[in-house]
């Protein structure tokens, strides 16, 4: 038998491919270590306490069996805590899971999927995978979501992300309302970071027979690593997800520790969350007052806009702190997103930044 060839060339494999993947990039998930990474914006405060005990119990049926027999008490913990019906929520291996499940759910290849640019960046990639043409449209001067121009696309999904990651600013409900009278398919409304601000629509989003809102345990609740997300919907709605999904994306160890989470941790979550909040405007006092510019934000991050964010987040990460750099954003220009978390990992942030601005300062010609 030939072995493979060690080598097949980059155009060869991009023909194997389908063309509307031809120009996806693969999601950079490679961690170096680093004294602290303040890159992906998880709760840099710890982890669920209820749930570490529980994951210590797991037992041998656990790990020979399919997943199933905790499924149930995971999806009504995520009801309870949601405050719907446990028949309106999906869950899935992280929200990006349902995303990408609802996208392929209720949109057929070919049609349109419009968001506000810039945002959550796996949506063009939940777009092109599913076959489907990424919309993007600003956003309005305000900085609120333009529903004008969302809806003008035509498009048969209509993706929200408020907070919105990566700029923080948060979708005004007005805006948010009329996009969902007027839209001609199906609307998502990212709620990743809800758990930091007071609004959010993931208890109502069963009134409407068309609105999935998505959230997630990787943020504000410290479980990034168990890789669990959810939708709640119209139950009709998350039926149709549910299919697309498949079964057993969620491990069992993961699905039961969570259940226990939600209804033994919510008091901790919301006490880091609240932690995270007043650091996070003490951190952006700190960044004005060096005379650096930060966008307001509804989440446990900052957007801040700097020349040369790739160079200077590159001397942050010699300094051992990793943020996470964004090149020519729409509107806005180099930036960077930095996660809040306690207060003396920030600290170590403003000197890496500032120690890192002053050297690319002085070696950009001509500055
Ligand atoms: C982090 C993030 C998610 C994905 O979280 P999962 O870990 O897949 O649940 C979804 N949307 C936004 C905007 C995010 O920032």
Redesign the pocket.
Known sequence: MTPPTPSSSPSESLRLGRATIRDVVPYPTERLPCTADLS??TNLFGAPPAALRELTTAGRDEITRYPGLHARSLREALAGYAGVRSDQVVSG?????V?DSAVRAFAEPGERLAYSDP??S?IPVFAKVNGLVPTPVRFAASGDIDPEALLATDARIIYI?SP??PTGSLAARRSVDRVIERAPGIVII?E??GEFTDSGRVGEAPEHDRVLV?R????AFGM?GF???YGTGAASLVHEIEKVRGPYKENAPAERAAACALREDVAWMRDLAAKAVQNRERFAGALRAHGLDVLPSAANFLLVPIANAALVAQRMRERGIAVRPYPGLPGIGDALRITIGPWALMELALDALLGARASVVTTQPGR
């Open positions: 992906d914006n291996c992280g929200s990006d899971d995303i945002t959550f796996m992300c919105n990651n990212d990743a970071y998505t997630t345990l990787s943020k990034a890789r669990i997300g």
